[in-house]
């Protein structure tokens, strides 16, 4: 922790950090514990097996999952306010699925609750699911627009063409900042990914604000200029108390 941040301590552009992205062990606490057991000797392995002595039931595994979980992330969190205390936990950017019971071990660790939203608009009830669990602010990670016209794969959310990006882009983050708990959105991503393929699993969309030569997709920047200018005069029109 301290190699990564100490660095940016006194960076007046940074909001702060991200400490994970989209966990998958949700619903699937079960599978997690077998892995664990299965694999090599590790201080985790032990614990849960001492753990499980006490009754090995889908329950008391979620459990031990769960409990694991909450000493990383306030670990993480203790670390990360020691070594740079001038910028904010934004969390773990959750999948949009997560369930309260997830949402109430974050809640008073982070100071901004994150998560990613592939859809035509994050929906309200939602948000004000996670706002009312959680009650922190929300920012969003992950959110993107693509199109299959450049020869390249799918997005995870898709339109018909470059002009329909630039649309999708307006209507989605405007959506999301009607919401009066979020305080930023992260498009995914700044340039599209190799037609070849990112090198962990091949992805190659076509979501970025510029191509992979820097060429920029009118369409889609004039967008995201026009929105941002309508997001700051939305709250210079309601400025915090104060």
């Not at 910028?87 to 949402?103: P, S």
């Not at 030569?213 to 967008?223: F, I, K, M, S």
Request: glycine fraction near 8%.
């Amino acid at each position: 922790m301290r190699t990564t941040v100490e660095p940016y301590r006194e960076n007046p552009w940074l909001l702060g950090y991200f400490t994970f992205n989209e966990p998958s062990f949700p619903g699937r606490e079960t599978r997690l514990c077998d892995l664990i057991l299965s694999g090599e000797k590790r201080p985790i392995k032990k614990a849960l097996q001492e753990h499980l002595a006490g009754g090995d039931t889908p329950e008391s595994r979620k459990q031990f999952i769960h409990n694991t979980f909450r000493i990383f992330i306030t670990t993480v969190d203790r670390a990360l306010e020691r070594h740079d205390p001038n910028h904010l936990t934004l969390g773990i950017r959750f999948g949009q699925g997560a369930e309260n019971e997830i949402l109430e071990l974050c809640k008073d660790v982070f100071d901004v609750f994150s998560f990613n939203c592939y859809d035509l608009y994050p929906r309200e009830e939602m948000m004000d699911r996670f706002l009312a669990v959680t009650a922190r602010p929300m920012f969003i990670g992950e959110y993107h627009f693509g199109t299959v016209d450049r020869g390249m794969a799918q997005s995870l959310w898709q339109v018909n063409s470059q002009e329909e990006r630039g649309v999708a882009y307006r209507y989605y983050t405007e959506k999301a900042y009607a919401h009066p708990g979020l305080i930023g959105t992260s498009y995914f991503q700044w340039c599209d990914q190799d037609l070849t393929g990112r090198g962990n699993d091949g992805e190659n969309y076509n979501c970025g604000l510029v191509d992979v030569t820097d060429r920029p997709y009118p369409c889609l920047v004039e967008a995201v200029s026009e929105t941002s200018k309508k997001a700051v005069r939305r709250a210079l029109r309601h400025p915090p108390p104060g």
